[in-house]
């Protein structure tokens, strides 16, 4: 076969990212589905307490949070999210594994500049721009009930 | 048969959006970080628009979990604040409707900083 060496690197790249979307896209799905199965039962758990439902879809969200937050101190969330991929990323607890793990992390640097710091360092963004975008909304939203 | 199905819609749509974030990570090299600053965005803009709250009305857990339910959740609080505060809750509807999720994350972020040690098991293997 005569291809050139820059040919051959496209048709593996391509190769490897189609065979790894066959197991990388399902596993996300299994991975996540699940996670949000787990919310779902933790839901359910403080309904049957009588607590109303957007209270119990905050409350779950605290637990997930304080879950993820534990299997990332003990190394085990990052052993998941090795096959997860985006099924570990997309959940709340992949938001809350993004600011545990560099908190751990980058204890080295200090509590201050290394785990204070550097736990907003994806943290960051997320808020910065989901509080914008709800900014934006909040001002159309204003001047549309002002008009109203 | 219905609590069954109730679990089934949270796995399938929960799945999904999952899934749709791995096609983007696998077909566009996004980062993790833009990944999840994405997702919060749709969600809000879903939210805003009124089209996230029927998919929580359906899937439950399945919809609030992923990170567009936390952006719709902006949204929401974001619409409450103003109804309430007017022209004030433009400024404190975001940070009041994400503050529990944002304060989970930090406290238990830095009490786990406090107790644990980096095991770093992931590269000795």
Known sequence: ???????YEQTAKKHAGS???YITVPKAFLIGGLICCIGEGLLNMYQYFGIEFDEASAYTSITLVFLSALLTGLGLYERIAKHGGAGTLVPITGFANAVVSPA?????????????AKMFIIA???????ITAAFIYGIIYYIYGLCA | MDVFMEYFWAFVIGGAICAVGQVLIDLTKLTPARILVSFVVA???LGALGWYQPIIDFAGAGATV???GFGSLLA??????????GLLGIFTGGFTACSAGVTAAMIFGLIVALIFKRTD?????
């Open chain 2, 121 to 125: 098991r992931t590269r000795q293997e």
């Open chain 1, 1 to 7: 076969m005569d291809i050139s060496k820059k040919e």
């Open chain 2, 66 to 68: 992923p990170l567009t």
């Open chain 2, 43 to 45: 969600g809000t803009i």
């Open chain 1, 104 to 116: 751990l992390e980058f204890k080295t640097e200090g509590y201050v500049l290394g785990t204070g």
């Open chain 1, 19 to 21: 065979s790894k979307m």
């Open chain 2, 76 to 85: 929401k609080g974001m619409r409450e604040a103003i109804d309430k505060d």
């Open chain 1, 124 to 130: 960051g963004p997320v808020i910065v721009y989901g």
